[in-house]
């Protein structure tokens, strides 16, 4: 992987840098990897504090992640389909999509494994047949792929802007309109890098909404996702001052949620063509209950 550096990045650190550009991998991976030496700025083995130039060229290669081995676990899989290319699986919130740091064991990718042996590898050994992610709080519908085909094809969709993902999310506040269009860069969160932003020099991120119900304090939404950034519908809910309750890491400095178990957030509707037969197929589930409780309480 290489990538030119920008005058937006000029004079920062490389480790800094990488994370910028890297932003998928956590920063004291990254730290190892130029640790080991693999990764180069202008061809030569760089240092963490080294200060990146404009048009500096850095290439990092990752370690071979052959060297981990997963196992498959036992975990219940709700199966919306299956066949020989995909699988649609209803994820329960609080189960993390593939292994990390912290996390090696007990996620979806070991679930799958489990039941299927026969994944892609486009993602490595690690996220195996994952072609799409949602975060461990968030439940509903996600695509995996049983084979590097089929995997390079939902890829292309999710690319294009072809595979259509609907969300339904109940937020703090009570919007007024109803229906509108979030267009709203996102980047990473320049004190908590676990968090993403609004970032004017960040990547296009723009998403639907419609109102479906309204209660005293808060808002049930629907929505549609154009772009797929990481955590782009807790981001920009809360920017607009309408954040997902129940979201401890977007929720604003007052967090007193009336749902403690994560985002109330669930992706309820996933169409996408089939990467054989190219057949327009739309998968739905219904709200958890969990939803349905928190709403009876609203109701009251």
Not at 293 to 299: D, G, P, Q, W, Y
């Amino acid at each position: 992987m290489e990538f030119t550096v920008t005058f937006k990045e000029a004079n920062l650190r490389l480790d800094k840098v990488l994370a910028i550009f890297c932003s998928e991998k956590s920063r004291s991976y990254l730290s190892k990897v130029i640790d080991e030496g693999l990764v180069k700025v202008n061809g030569e083995v760089a240092k963490s504090s080294l200060k990146v130039k404009e048009n500096d060229l850095i290439e990092i290669t990752y370690p071979e992640d052959k060297t981990i081995s997963l196992k498959g676990e036992d975990i219940p899989l709700n199966i919306i389909y299956e066949d020989s290319d995909i699988l649609i699986i209803d994820k329960p919130q609080g189960l993390v999509v593939h292994p990390a740091a912290g996390h090696w064991e007990g996620t979806l990718v070991n679930a799958v494994l489990n039941h299927c042996k026969d994944l892609s590898t486009i993602n490595g050994v690690i996220r195996p047949g994952i072609v799409h992610r949602i975060d461990k709080d968030t439940s509903g519908l996600i695509c995996i792929a049983k084979n590097d085909e089929a995997h390079h094809k939902l890829a292309e969709q999710l690319k294009d802007h072809t595979m259509n993902r609907e969300y339904v999310a109940l937020v703090k506040g009570v919007i007024k309109e109803n229906s509108g269009t979030i267009d709203m860069p996102i980047g990473r969160h320049k004190g908590n890098r676990l968090k993403m932003a609004a970032d004017r020099d960040g990547k296009t991120a723009i998403t639907h909404f419609t109102v479906l119900d309204r209660f005293e304090t808060h808002t049930l939404v629907g929505l549609k996702l154009v772009t797929g950034r990481t955590h782009q519908i807790r981001v920009h809910m809360s920017e607009i001052g309408f954040p997902v309750e129940g979201d401890p890491l977007y929720y604003g400095k007052h967090y007193d949620a009336l749902y403690q178990g994560g985002q109330l957030l669930t992706a309820v509707k996933l169409s996408l063509i089939h990467p054989s037969t190219g057949e327009l197929m739309t998968f739905e589930t219904k709200l958890p209950p969990y939803f349905d409780e928190v709403m009876a309480k609203l109701k009251k």
